[in-house]
């Protein structure tokens, strides 16, 4: 039961333009949301996250957007660079129960490229 | 600077053998957590502990064990390596929900 989802593996851009990631979930429970950059041989890096009290988190050339109602969360990258190409995953965690605190549900990943 | 390094990066191994991969952090955090990475899985939890002495199992962690003594470093351990294992695993720690997780490079475990 994949509970966070990400249904485009690979994405790909032009340099200068818009870069957008999507993620669904399924658990109405997550309650914070999290985007991680992968690079080939790294550890994932975080990069940007939100809480379920908001619907919009900047910072910088990324933004993610959080739509509760429909269980998606979006990562618009603007203006998109050769370097953000990556990995990346969303995750979702809940502080629920006590039990669930701290961990991080995962999504597959979209390969983002960045064309010159 | 803080950080978390995972030993070893590599690591070929027998069916059957019993594999440790550490794990040590240098940022004091409480939480700590073992995640291996397929291709059309993402990142899932094998285990987690929320201090010393305790010790949780995540979505897939049959065939693993871990243990935490101290605060620094969460070992995980497959105690019969099978094919199923190879994979890279990527340990984790953090201070709270609110705050990002800090993850180590990867260990690359192959089993033949």
Redesign the interface.
Known sequence: DQQVKQNSPSLSVQEGRISILNCDYTNSMFDYFLWYKKYPAEGPTFLISISSIKDKNEDGRFTVFLNKSAKHLSLHIVPSQPGDSAVYFCAASTNAGGTSYGKLTFGQGTILTVHP | DAEITQSPRHKITETGRQVTLACHQTWNHN?M?W?RQDL??????IH?S?GVHDT?K?EVSDGYSVSRSNTEDLPLTLESAASSQTSVY?C?S?E???V???????TRLTVV
Not at chain 2, 100 to 106: E, H, I, K, L, W
């Open positions: 939480n957590f995640y059309g899985h993402g990142l899932r939890l987690y929320y949780n995540g990527f984790a953090s709270s929900i609110w990002r997780a800090f993850f180590g490079q990867g």
